[in-house]
């Protein structure tokens, strides 16, 4: 008989995928690293059951102990799944950002969810991060996973994804785009692939709103780079330990909107259902494509499941609601057609909108 003892057995080996319709205008070969195939449909599974199984070894995590941590949502999904595997209790704190197919999916796990302000800043006590720290102390044999500043999340990735797409691309990778959030899956996988090659190209996707590409460029903590954003699992408030600045060799930001109609291009031309955060990974890959050659090798992770954003992305009223619908793709994006004649369609559209009704009465057409 061919089986698994359990479904913590089935996390990574995740396929990679040749993105040949949407990546058709970019001259390099591209390559989705897509992390739903995990059990718990994201990248979080690695990191998850690695940052456990590790406080166990250290005896940090103790029988009938309650996991504390603050998530965005897929680590907490994970931490979910593998505490109702091992008996752990689990607290989540999100932040009202998170939709609610992930509060539900949160929940589906045994998971008790407490929903925090978007908009609290780090040091605030209403903060998701200040309350997960909170109740880690309230909470008698609670453990906080802290996955922003536990080393055993880019860890997970490291003994993990990087190898994976050191053999799957046979060495032939040249660029490594990924989503930096908590840091541990740009992090860990870089640092595998750079001591492999140290000429591959670590490509860091942030978000406007977010402070980690301003920090990489100055080393300045700013907070005037901090304000509200649509995408989850992507950027940071914070500096998190796991994001290690030093093998990054640049950092591109995208926008809510951009990456918006990417995710729902990968569905529509390569069938791939992935999250709001894979769309703006491959919405970076757009935004250097003239950097790339056509012997070079792309890979861009999708951290997730697109069934998560359901009520978000694939929701046309959600993208309307946010001016998300206004145009059909992407700005500065995929068909071949030459800049000038976009921007004459445009003006064009503009003008039929703005008139069309008016010549039509005028000159009773």
């Not at 064009?348 to 008139?355: D, G, H, L, P």
Request: proline share 4%.
């Amino acid at each position: 008989m061919q089986y698994q003892e359990s479904v913590l057995a089935t996390i990574g080996n995740t396929p990679l995928i040749k993105l040949s319709r949407i990546g058709k205008p970019i001259s390099a070969t591209v390559f989705g690293k897509v992390e739903c195939y995990n059990p718990g449909q994201s990248a979080k599974d690695r990191i998850a059951l690695h940052m456990v199984e590790q406080a166990e070894k250290r005896g940090e995590l103790k029988p009938g102990a309650t996991i504390v941590e603050a998530t965005s949502g897929n680590t907490g999904y994970s931490l979910a799944m593998i505490a109702s595997l091992k008996g752990y209790g689990c607290v989540l704190t999100v932040t009202s950002k998170a939709s609610q197919e992930k509060l539900a999916l949160l929940r589906s796990m045994g998971a008790e969810v407490v929903v925090c302000p978007a908009d609290a800043e780090p040091d605030d006590p209403q903060s998701y991060y200040q309350k997960a720290l909170q109740l880690s102390k309230e909470i008698p044999n609670a453990f906080y996973i802290k996955q922003n500043f536990n080393m055993d999340n880019s860890g997970a990735h490291y003994h993990t994804t990087g190898p994976e797409i050191w053999e799957q691309t046979g060495g032939k990778i040249t660029h490594y785009v990924c989503c930096a959030g908590t840091g541990g899956t740009l992090s860990g996988t870089a640092q595998y692939l750079k001591e492999k090659n140290p000429n591959i190209k670590i490509i860091a996707v942030d978000a406007y709103g977010s402070v980690l590409a301003k920090y990489w460029q100055t080393g300045v903590f700013d907070k005037s780079e901090i304000y509200s954003y649509k995408i989850e699992g992507l950027g940071k408030t914070i500096i998190p330990d796991n994001v290690n600045f030093d093998v990054i060799d640049e950092f591109v930001k995208v926008t809510d909107k951009n990456s918006a109609l990417r995710t729902r291009e990968l569905a529509l031309k390569e069938g791939l259902l992935v999250g709001y955060s894979s769309g703006a990974a491959m919405e970076c890959v757009f935004k250097i494509r003239r950097q790339l050659r056509p012997q070079d090798v792309v890979v861009v992770l999708f951290p997730d499941h697109g069934t998560r954003y359901l009520g978000k992305v694939y929701n046309d009223e959600w993208m309307k609601q946010h001016g998300f619908l206004d145009d059909e793709l992407p700005e500065d994006v995929s068909s071949n057609e030459p800049s000038y004649r976009k921007q004459i369609k445009r003006i064009y559209q503009a003008y039929k909108r703005k008139y069309g009704k008016y010549l039509k009465q005028t000159l009773k057409i």
